[in-house]
């Protein structure tokens, strides 16, 4: 499950939580985050989900996106990343729909049944 705050300086204007395979981001209306300023593009950055990874894409946006800020055309979402766009923050976490799960391979244990 993918969660997503957006902010403008220290006011959260909107929460998502998510798990669609693709979000869109931009200055569009339609758009599944929709950041109303011109620093964002109509289609300014997708995340979408690969292999059980998100990947947030700049689509060849005009002020480009930063994460972290780095300026990115395609990173993997890790967690805890923040997003910029324009003015804007993008907060993102990453929650595993499964609790039991392991988090990475160091945590998985083999079981052998006797």
Known sequence: MLKISLK???KELKTLETDKSEIS???????DIHINNLGASKKHARI???NGEYIIEDLKSTNGTLMNNESI???KLSGND???I???NLYISIHQDDRNA???FAEATIR???
């Open 102 to 104: 392991p988090r990475s």
């Open 82 to 84: 923040v997003v910029t």
């Open 25 to 31: 981001i931009g200055r569009n209306e339609n758009s």
């Open 86 to 88: 324009g003015k804007h």
């Open 73 to 75: 055309i395609t990173a």
């Open 112 to 114: 052998i049944k006797p």
């Open 8 to 10: 403008l300086k220290d």
């Open 48 to 50: 979408f989900r690969r």
